[in-house]
């Protein structure tokens, strides 16, 4: 008996004898649990209102566009219209209108309520090609797609238009 007596003395004053262990203030592993809930929820919240503000946004009207007859095989087609912040996107569907090649082109205008046009920018054929105009929507009264040429310069004839509806 006296020789297990000795035994466990000599293993407590072993584990006495060494240098106490170095560990994390108490309430540390709380305080470490709830910053990464707290993280875990901000980023919930980031990633939530990027998908809210990155929707698209409903466009505002379809119009028909009305061939002028100035080219014979176009039939017509749509423009889909939606009002931003940044001002108008015209969202162009003219399967019809033959390719420009040769210095030829196609300008979109947006014609205002005081007559003044607007270019919303120039592209080669009428099948998903999206315009904008800098311009508000309650602005704008009609909408021209018009042939031009840059070798005169020209960009004289409306091929395709559309009424806006006031909103």
Known sequence: MQLSAR??????????????????????????????????????????????????????FTVELTPTGVLVDVEGGEITVTGRDAGT???????????????????????????????????AEGDGVTLWSGVALDDAVTFRIIVGDIANGSVDDVVLKADLPQL
């Open 89 to 123: 996107q015209i969202d162009i569907n003219a399967v019809t209108l033959p390719r420009r090649a040769g210095g030829l082109f196609y300008e979109g205008r947006v014609v205002l309520t005081d007559g003044n046009e607007i270019s919303a920018g120039t592209f």
């Open 7 to 60: 035994r466990s003395r000599r293993t407590l004053t072993a584990r006495r004898g060494r240098p106490a262990r170095r560990g994390w203030p108490v309430g540390f592993g709380r305080c470490l649990l709830g910053l990464a809930g707290a993280v875990g929820v901000l980023f919930v919240a980031i990633v939530g209102l990027s998908a809210a503000s990155g929707s698209p946004e409903r466009p505002d």
